[in-house]
């Protein structure tokens, strides 16, 4: 994770029109890259501040003894649910994918905070988007892996 961040900060600073990103649909412009600074910078800083709340010790003591691995998932599931909900209400209408793969990516984040712990790494609290404007364009449900789903009419 530590790379994925400088990588952000690098590209920021290029002078570029285009280039070739995630987009399922269209070519990126230098917006996307900033928004997704942006997006990463936050939901390192909010992983960062729950796992700072959030006892290890306070799941491996829920598992029998020997089964160390299921503690840790019960630590990131955790973990997890407190910031997945704030990230995806802060995100969900400025970038797509938000509702689908943060709680991956909250648990990847944590894992590296734990074993990388970069002290390099200073993010700077990030140009946060505007609260959502509801329009009733789509509905929200869950789908087949139980992630929130925005489902837009067609």
Same mark, same amino acid.
């Given at each position: 994770m530590p790379g994925?961040? $400088?990588?952000?900060?690098?590209?920021?600073?290029? %002078?570029?029109?285009?280039?070739?990103?995630?987009?399922?649909h269209r070519l990126g412009t230098p917006k996307d890259i900033r928004d997704s600074r942006d997006f990463t910078y936050d939901l390192w800083n909010t992983t960062n501040r729950?796992?700072?709340?959030? *006892?290890?010790? %306070?799941?491996?003591?829920?598992?029998?003894?020997?089964?160390?691995?299921?503690?840790?998932?019960?630590?990131? %599931?955790?973990?997890?649910?407190?910031?997945?909900?704030e990230i995806v209400q802060r995100w969900a209408d400025k970038l797509g994918g938000v509702d689908v793969f943060t709680r991956d990516n909250v648990?990847?984040?944590?894992?590296? @905070? @734990?074993? %990388?712990?970069?002290?390099?790494i200073n993010c700077p609290a990030p140009r946060r988007p505007a609260p959502p404007r509801r329009s009733g364009a789509g509905? *929200?449900?869950?789908?087949?892996?139980?992630? $929130?789903?925005? $489902?837009v009419g067609r």
């Open positions: 994925v961040l $400088r990588a952000h900060d690098v590209l920021a600073k290029l %002078d570029i029109d285009t280039f070739v990103g995630g987009h399922v729950v796992v700072g709340r959030t *006892r290890l010790a %306070d799941y491996t003591s829920q598992v029998e003894p020997g089964n160390s691995w299921a503690g840790f998932q019960l630590y990131y %599931d955790a973990i997890a649910d407190q910031v997945e909900p648990v990847t984040i944590a894992v590296s @905070l @734990l074993l %990388d712990a970069p002290k390099d509905t *929200r449900s869950r789908g087949a892996s139980g992630h $929130r789903v925005r $489902r």
